[in-house]
């Protein structure tokens, strides 16, 4: 108590300054117009700045949901898209395509589990023959070739992944439309080998390469990767180095294709054989 | 005591009615807006307590923002020249102190100590007040060009209302 009055006593001009100089600022700040919107503004900058900060991080927490928001839409607008594209081809060439039908469907699916570091990589994601699901079905993650579902369960679908020894993939060169087998060469989770392009046709690095569309497994023209890399061994073929679309380490949510026409196309192939 | 009250009550009526009726109209070209009710704090005895000095600085400045519909601006800035007068005085005093009782003067402590000390509370509070004004630092130099011509100005009038003061 002693040393609180000593203290104002010793200060007491100061305090009474201080005082006098918060009311003089308290009427600067709230009684003329200018000095007024100064103030409010300068606390909104203040605020806001806050509060974009926090809208920032509750964002970030909800990412999840928002992804799968995301995710559900692209399908919806994927299907539309390829209704519509359809549409217009019966249009055009109602001769050639009397189908006047989807052929391919979309559905989004998240993986369950992932691994890249094997020689025989496979990924589950979370749909199964519930969901329409089976066998040979292909599957898109982000716009890239991922793999293809190999066995179903109810609820649950495991898929071979591209980065799979036993996978193969027809893919082309997108400029030229040569066409060759696509693997995956066991040692960079980011680098498949396209073989069978024979070496008079011309490759350059940044080429894309993309699906044919001929397994009846993966739509035409879904992009696969970009060459990096190309060498002459001694063979007639290339060997071309493909930069993978698909970051497999940074999966999470998949787009699975379903070919409406594949019974069809694969009875009529039977049938000639 | 009541005759001291008194002279200096019609000092601060005069300086306020000069500010308010005469100086407060002078605009000249934006740069130069002479403040010389400052005066008032200026001519208030040595010896005068510290809350008084600080409450009657806080009041005139109150008084020409009432007259020139300001709140708080020339408050807070004679306010602030209240407050640091009493380091001026003591920072400039003469060599053998003040005498008891005795008010600031030119006469008395001589042109240049007067001259000092004038030219010190009135930047002061000149730059507290044009600060204070275009509430902002964009435009700093330009302000401080303000806050320079202006205390000239004002210094000049009050030396001229001082030498005729004690003159008469």
């Not at chain 1, 305090?15 to 100089?21: A, R, V, Y």
């Not at chain 2, 600080?54 to 020339?74: A, E, V």
């Amino acid at each position: 108590m002693r040393s609180l009055l000593n203290f104002l006593e010793r200060y007491n001009n100061l305090i009474i300054f201080l005082i006098l100089e918060g009311i003089a600022f308290y009427l600067l700040a709230t009684r003329n117009y200018y000095h007024n919107t100064r103030v409010v503004n300068g606390i909104r900058w203040f605020t806001y700045g806050i509060e974009e900060k926090i809208t920032n991080t509750k964002s970030y927490l909800n990412l999840r949901e928002i992804n799968e928001n995301l995710a559900a839409e692209n399908t919806a607008l994927r299907n539309s898209i390829n209704r519509l594209v359809r549409n217009d081809n019966s249009v055009f060439f109602s001769v050639s395509d009397t189908v006047y039908q989807q052929q391919y469907q979309y559905t989004t699916a998240r993986l369950t589990s992932n691994s890249v570091n094997k020689q025989k990589n496979f990924f589950t994601i979370n749909k199964g023959t519930m969901n329409g699901l089976t066998k040979d079905m292909a599957i898109i993650a982000g716009g890239g070739v991922a793999g293809v579902i190999v066995d179903c369960s109810e609820n649950f679908s495991v898929a071979m992944s591209l980065l799979n020894l036993d996978f193969r993939l027809s893919a082309r060169i997108k400029s030229n439309g040569y066409f060759g087998s696509l693997s995956w060469d066991g040692r960079d989770y980011r680098k498949a080998i396209l073989s069978d392009i024979p070496q008079h046709v011309s490759v350059s690095i940044g080429d894309t390469i993309e699906t044919t569309g001929f397994s009846a497994i993966f739509p035409e023209g879904v992009t696969v990767g970009t060459v990096i890399d190309y060498e002459k061994p001694g063979s007639d073929f290339y060997k071309i180095t493909v930069l993978l679309e698909t970051d497999f380490r940074k999966l999470h949510f998949v787009d699975v294709v379903a070919n409406k026409r594949k019974k069809e196309f694969t009875e009529l192939e039977k049938q000639i054989k | 005591m009541i005759n001291s009250i008194l002279r200096f009550g019609l000092i601060f009526i005069l300086l306020v009615l000069l500010q308010v009726l005469m100086f407060n109209n002078i605009q000249f070209s934006g740069y130069v807006n002479p403040y010389v009710y400052i005066m008032f704090i200026l001519l208030l005895p040595v010896e005068i307590p510290s809350w008084l000095l600080l409450l009657l600085s806080f009041g005139t400045g109150m008084i020409i923002d009432i007259f020139s519909t300001s709140p708080g601006m020339h408050s807070s800035a004679s306010l602030m020249a209240g407050f640091v007068r009493p380091y001026v005085l003591r920072f400039i005093s003469p060599r053998d102190g003040y005498e008891p009782g005795a008010t600031p003067s030119m006469f008395v402590y001589g042109f240049r100590w007067f001259l000092l000390y004038t030219v010190i509370i009135v930047l002061v509070h000149h730059t507290t007040l044009f600060y204070l004004e275009v509430f902002r630092l964009t435009d700093f130099f330009r302000t401080l060009l303000r806050v320079i011509l202006s205390t000239v100005f004002t210094s000049g009038f009050v030396l001229i209302i001082e030498f005729y003061r004690k003159g008469r």
